[in-house]
DNA sequence: TCTTTTTTTGCACACGTGTGCAATGTTCAT
DNA sequence: ATGAACATTGCACACGTGTGCAAAAAAAGA
């Protein structure tokens, strides 16, 4: 009588197919032994009932939830938006299911989001933004909660990090302005100060200092449109304007260059060139045909699933190093070359 | 000895802090019976040895689990993805967390999002596209698990749609343009055919005839910036151009401004006027600043999350209307009065 | 046909938790 | 001091599943 209680379950299956339970346990255990009579026998009774394995049950029974906790802050960011896209399609190829968390930009967050994580007993929790407190690292590690950290650094053992080449890309940049025939640089970034943006940061001005070029700084506010825009304001209000400005991420060079066109009524790149970082959607609009570095967020996922994968083949720490390639759209004067 | 299996259990607490593990579970459900001195035992323990409550195993005994499925195709795009930070926000604050399942366009691929619910068993599943097929609606029904519709119709038992004011939203929009001076109008869509959508086309194009107005009318692709732009060079190709279109969706409506000023050299408004809906974020970038439609989700979010903690207070299907107003800004002529 | 090998099946236990029930300990009014 | 009312605690069962183990059945070999 599985009618008006809550959900079907093997028992009810096992009692309408005339067997076991055990019998209908191994029907949906893939590699167990059962004849193809009874194998049939259950999937009949199964399709009639609507009976669906518990995952929950299985989990916990197995160790194996096939769970996995994505943790971070500004979900409907573009990029954010995106890899969370890639790694939920990529989790769902390799059977497992991906819960999400919400975190705001206070490190506390993450802490709160990786013990849900834990109460679930997901199989590993990828951090997209913010960083885990060592000691809360260390509780995940002793429940068996795998950590994968992206583009942060300070990992504990039994968690991957994922990192880019941001500095590297930093240095591109500065060097494509200087090939378009540019002279007064400027950086906008903003204040976050995560991991990448830092690399970016001081990439950036580490190339400059070794050539001697002197730099017009600005780090403003949470990493967003808005900012950009105040950004732009306040780097063009200067004396002597610049001519490129290399922007930490594509929202803020999307931000820099509406106001540099609709606030000072520039001509992108004629009057200023723009390279931005993360090749969100929108740097690919006609209205911006941005010039950035992509991220790699295929090959992120790929890259996050596939050590999961592993089991544990590698216990200890391990950095897995990707490249942004270069985009080149028409925000820098010249062809790149 | 929790060290190096895998996770700390009740059991474990309850040897160290020399109680039952009755006690540890009364400790962790909140209105159970213990004392002060023994749960404050217990809660001492819990945090030396890094306990946390294990949710699958909670959710097998008492029902609750607690978890929501996210069910949704393109989750990268802008209000697709705005809507999930929405709900995962709202999940989270009312003690529940959000898994999430991406399907790709067909509606088969979200009957076996619904079965993965299930086997999760998901308190309920919010489905932000594509319909489920009417047998896996049952299914959902007799396993029970709650369906939220968003923009969907043909809702069964069990289950609440939220729809919008779509038709009214598109008569408003006519309107608008005819108090612009617009005469000759346009509609631009995509294939996708959703309710919604058609709702959108059919209101605009109803109204028009009533008042006996032509309507250039497209349609084209799915539902992205692409088609947008492929939308603005065909309606824009033809003999007579149109002064006034209304896009279904912002999306579209960026790739029509885009093609209408970079390979058209149009000027917005002046030459042409642009509404869309959703309104999001990109619309009210300075690049578009385009007159919309504003998805209200913050109240879908409350709206669906509502629901599911009323219980079964209504238990046939329900129907929750909301209005997307309207967000005025530059992409049309005039200030709207 | 009889023995040996292999496959199939059911029983029973385990996973980690919530909770009814009875027993025990505590408070309070009389 | 005594009984009643009450708070606290432990036992044991239940939830739905996977799986080792032994029994049974089937297949294979002689």
Redesign the interface.
């Known amino acids: 009588m599985?009618g008006r209680k809550?959900?079907?379950s093997a028992k009810d299956v096992a009692a309408r197919a005339g067997v076991s339970r055990a019998a209908v346990s191994r029907t949906f255990t893939p590699g167990a032994s059962v004849s193809k009579e009874t194998r049939s026998k259950v999937l009949e009774a199964a399709e009639a009932l609507?009976y669906?394995?518990?995952?929950?049950?299985r989990?916990?029974i197995s160790?194996k939830?096939g769970?996995v906790a994505?943790i971070g802050a500004d979900?409907?960011?573009?990029y954010r938006?995106?890899l969370?896209?890639v790694l939920?399609?990529r989790l769902?190829a390799s059977g497992r299911?991906?819960?999400?968390?919400?975190t705001d930009r206070s490190d506390s967050t993450v802490d709160v989001a990786l013990?849900?994580a834990?109460?679930?007993?997901a199989e590993a929790a990828v951090v997209l933004s913010g960083m885990p407190e060592s000691s809360i690292s260390e509780?995940c590690h002793?429940?068996?909660l795998r950590l994968v950290l992206i583009n942060r650094d300070d990992a504990h053992s039994g968690s991957v990090q994922i990192r880019l080449n941001d500095a590297e890309a930093a240095r591109v940049a500065l060097a494509s302005f200087l090939r378009a025939g540019c002279r007064r640089l400027a950086l906008a970034s903003s204040q976050a100060g995560t991991p990448s943006l830092l690399d970016r940061e001081n990439g950036f001005l580490a190339e400059a200092e070794k050539r001697g070029l002197p730099v017009l700084c600005e780090r403003l506010g949470p990493t967003s449109?808005e900012s950009g825009?105040a950004l732009g304001e306040r780097l063009l209000m200067r004396a002597e304007r610049p001519d490129a400005v290399f922007c930490t991420t594509d929202l803020l060079a999307?931000g820099v260059?509406?106001?540099a066109?609709?606030?000072f009524s520039l001509s992108i790149p004629n009057d200023l060139s723009v390279i931005g970082f993360d090749d969100i959607?929108?740097a690919s609009?006609?209205?911006?045909a941005l010039t950035t570095f992509r991220q790699p967020v295929e090959e992120i996922g790929a890259a996050a699933v596939d050590w999961l994968s592993d089991g544990d083949a590698a216990d200890g720490p391990r950095i897995i190093h990707l490249t942004a390639p270069m985009s080149w759209r028409k925000s820098v004067r010249g062809n790149g070359k």
Chains 1, 2 share one sequence.
């Open positions: 599985p809550n959900s079907v609507g669906q394995v518990n995952h929950l049950a989990g916990l160790r939830t769970i994505l979900l409907a960011t573009p938006s995106e969370i896209r939920t399609e769902q299911v991906a819960i999400l968390i919400n013990q849900q834990i109460r679930y007993r509780l002793r429940n068996g449109y825009l999307c260059m509406d106001a066109r609709h606030r959607e929108q609009w006609d209205a911006y």
